[in-house]
């Protein structure tokens, strides 16, 4: 079972940076498939960004703007980041890491992400 905790998030004007971070530990999987996701206030769950053996896919609304890093594993142990800038009131939801993906389909589906992290609030103002 991997278990995920996530960390940074926070408030930031317009136009700002924060950066999100993610631990996913016991994830044998040799891909260590991963990916951020976000769920503002009264919205569906949608794809950020999904990493696949150092293969990134961005959605439009964050491509050019937000960027994804991983770590070589060790011990099953990878730590998974999200660089946001010149960030835009829109941007302004709760954050998820997730791991493991099962199934077919597109990766931006959330019902193919077998573990998730606890969430990270990001707020973007004005």
């Known amino acids: 079972q991997v278990q995920i905790v996530e960390s940074g998030g926070g408030s930031v004007q317009a136009g700002g940076s924060l950066r999100l971070s993610c631990t996913a530990a016991g994830y044998t999987y040799s891909s260590g498939t991963m990916a951020w996701f976000r769920q503002a206030p009264g919205k569906e769950r949608e794809g950020v960004v999904s990493?696949?053996?150092?293969?990134?896919?961005?959605?439009s609304a964050v491509k050019g703007r937000f960027t994804v890093s991983r770590n070589n594993p060790e011990n099953g142990v990878y730590v998974l980041f999200l660089e946001m800038n010149n960030m835009k009131i829109e941007d302004t939801a709760v954050y998820y890491c997730?791991?493991?993906?099962?199934?077919?389909?597109?990766?931006?589906?959330?019902?193919?992400?077998?573990?998730w992290g606890q969430g990270n609030k990001v707020n973007v103002s004005s």
């Open positions: 997730a791991a493991v993906i099962i199934g077919t389909g597109s990766w931006n589906s959330p019902d193919r992400w077998r573990s």
């Open positions: 990493i696949y053996t150092g293969i990134t896919y961005y959605s």
